[in-house]
């Protein structure tokens, strides 16, 4: 990897957020990352020949299952698997964070009860801790 610019390694990063039911999954982060005992999401660098300025919608289609696939890659990386997905999966939102060449996308993804009591969630070093918290229903 490489670091172009001070704050971001890469050009690219994914992540996901999972949700069950009214809570969402955070992991804290180890000691030996960037920003350190803070909470986030598992993701990471993506780092790909296909990220261009310019492109086609043939290209933003095919950028876009890059992303995926490397948020995909980084979480199994970082929680030792994934839950068990169906095949259609559906992506229920996604944020992209953009600045100058850097952009990172977060895709929101539902799982059922039974995925989350399944799920043997075995965190490499990049990771200390991972809980379920609420999520806030303020009006």
């Not at 005992?37 to 598992?42: A, D, F, R």
Request: charged share 25%.
């Amino acid at each position: 990897m490489y670091r172009n610019n001070p704050r971001y390694w890469g050009r690219a990063g994914a992540g996901i957020i999972f949700f069950c039911g009214n809570k969402v999954l955070l992991v804290l982060r180890s000691d030996q990352v960037t920003e350190p005992l803070t909470w986030g999401i598992p993701g990471g660098s993506i780092l790909s020949e296909s990220f261009h300025q310019s492109e086609t919608s043939v290209e933003a289609d095919l950028k876009e299952d890059v992303v995926w696939r490397g948020a995909l890659k980084e979480t199994k990386e970082e929680l030792g698997g994934l839950p068990d997905l169906p095949s259609n999966l559906q992506i229920f939102d996604k944020a992209v964070f953009k600045d100058g060449g850097f952009s990172y996308t977060t895709f929101f993804v539902k799982i059922t009860k039974d995925q989350k009591k399944n799920w043997n969630i075995l965190l490499n070093w990049e990771n200390d801790e991972f809980k379920w918290f609420p999520v806030d229903r303020r009006p």
